[in-house]
């Protein structure tokens, strides 16, 4: 009697509250998968109306950050539903979870740190995913971002997962433009007015080449004669280009210096090193002995 009693509660349970249960949890999955097709196609939708690389990158930045808290905000809500129909007074475990939120906060300071230096990283635009950074010591593409974590891969292809808490300082290499220095060094001999003229005529040759012409955004900047070295005079100037090209554009620009320079017979100079033996009152140096080992 008591069993059939017991199975009567059960089925009773399972008509009333499995039934809202299973609801709940078919709704969640529903809700998690809408959440994810409608952010997708949102963010399609903005990057069609402007076609520029930053405000694309800006935009998939956020995007992942809206997807994520989307997904905790269901998860929890789901949860808590569940929990109702279990039986489980809500308030009171909310309460209870306040407190212990309080209580793991000094704990987990580190946790905290890091979410709310991602909040501001990613509210002052300082890093996207695409950009080239260098963060806490480490450098790299930025291949995610999270409100905790910004997760790196550099050129020899390293995965370096940052807190955001240990970021102080942000070295963004391509935000809106990127810009390649060059230090041309050439012989003390050389007609410093020649070499500006071979650069520009290098820059002007790449900028009208169709495999580099959209990357190079201006005319190369000469800053002119910066230094005197032990073994070359410098020649310091610039090129501007649009993000992240920077380096394939500074490569191939050297590779054509030097073969210009060439061409011209314009020294480019390896270190010299020269004897000073010293003169006398007379105005007279010693001679210079060089004995052969063995002799």
């Given at each position: 009697?008591?069993?059939?009693?017991?199975?009567?509660?059960?089925?009773?349970?399972?008509l009333s509250s499995g039934l809202h249960i299973a609801l709940v949890l078919i709704?969640?999955?529903?809700?998690?998968?809408?959440a994810k097709v409608l952010s997708k196609r949102l963010v399609d939708f903005i990057?069609?109306?402007?076609?520029?690389?930053?405000?694309?990158?800006?935009?998939?930045?956020?995007?992942?950050?809206?997807?994520?808290?989307?997904?905790?905000?269901?998860?929890?809500?789901?949860?808590?539903?569940?929990?109702?129909?279990?039986?489980?007074?809500?308030?009171?475990?909310?309460?209870?979870?306040?407190?212990?939120?309080?209580?793991?906060?000094?704990?987990?300071?580190?946790?905290?740190?890091?979410?709310?230096?991602?909040?501001?990283?990613?509210?002052?635009?300082?890093?996207?995913?695409?950009?080239?950074?260098?963060?806490?010591?480490?450098?790299?593409?930025?291949?995610?971002?999270?409100?905790?974590?910004?997760?790196?891969?550099?050129?020899?292809?390293?995965?370096?997962?940052?807190?955001?808490?240990?970021?102080?300082?942000?070295?963004?290499?391509?935000?809106?433009?990127?810009?390649?220095?060059?230090?041309?060094?050439?012989?003390?001999?050389?007609?410093?007015?020649?070499?500006?003229?071979?650069?520009?005529?290098?820059?002007?040759?790449?900028?009208?080449?169709?495999?580099?012409?959209?990357?190079?955004?201006?005319?190369?900047?000469?800053?002119?004669?910066?230094?005197?070295?032990?073994?070359?005079?410098?020649?310091?100037?610039?090129?501007?280009?649009?993000?992240?090209?920077?380096?394939?554009?500074?490569?191939?620009?050297?590779r054509r210096l030097k073969k210009k320079f060439d061409e011209r017979n314009i020294?480019?100079?390896?270190?010299?090193?020269?004897?000073?033996?010293?003169?006398?009152?007379?105005?007279?140096?010693?001679?210079?002995?060089?004995?052969?080992?063995?002799?």
């Amino acid at each position: 009697m008591e069993m059939n009693a017991y199975l009567q509660k059960l089925i009773n349970w399972c008509l009333s509250s499995g039934l809202h249960i299973a609801l709940v949890l078919i709704l969640t999955l529903i809700a998690l998968k809408a959440a994810k097709v409608l952010s997708k196609r949102l963010v399609d939708f903005i990057v069609r109306q402007k076609e520029d690389p930053e405000f694309q990158k800006r935009t998939q930045t956020l995007a992942s950050i809206i997807r994520y808290v989307s997904v905790i905000t269901i998860l929890l809500v789901g949860m808590m539903m569940v929990l109702k129909e279990f039986g489980i007074e809500i308030g009171p475990l909310l309460a209870a979870a306040g407190i212990a939120g309080l209580a793991v906060g000094f704990g987990a300071q580190s946790l905290v740190k890091d979410v709310i230096s991602g909040f501001f990283i990613l509210l002052e635009d300082q890093i996207r995913v695409g950009d080239v950074v260098q963060i806490a010591g480490k450098g790299g593409l930025v291949e995610k971002i999270n409100l905790k974590t910004t997760i790196l891969r550099d050129l020899a292809g390293n995965v370096h997962y940052v807190p955001n808490g240990h970021i102080d300082v942000v070295t963004n290499m391509t935000k809106d433009y990127s810009r390649y220095v060059f230090d041309i060094g050439v012989a003390y001999r050389e007609n410093v007015d020649e070499v500006i003229g071979v650069i520009k005529e290098v820059d002007e040759e790449l900028r009208n080449d169709p495999d580099y012409k959209d990357d190079i955004l201006e005319p190369i900047e000469i800053l002119g004669l910066d230094q005197f070295a032990d073994s070359a005079v410098i020649v310091k100037a610039r090129t501007t280009t649009v993000p992240i090209k920077q380096w394939r554009v500074g490569r191939e620009f050297n590779r054509r210096l030097k073969k210009k320079f060439d061409e011209r017979n314009i020294e480019i100079p390896f270190p010299h090193v020269t004897l000073y033996m010293g003169q006398g009152k007379q105005g007279q140096a010693p001679p210079l002995r060089i004995v052969k080992e063995g002799q």
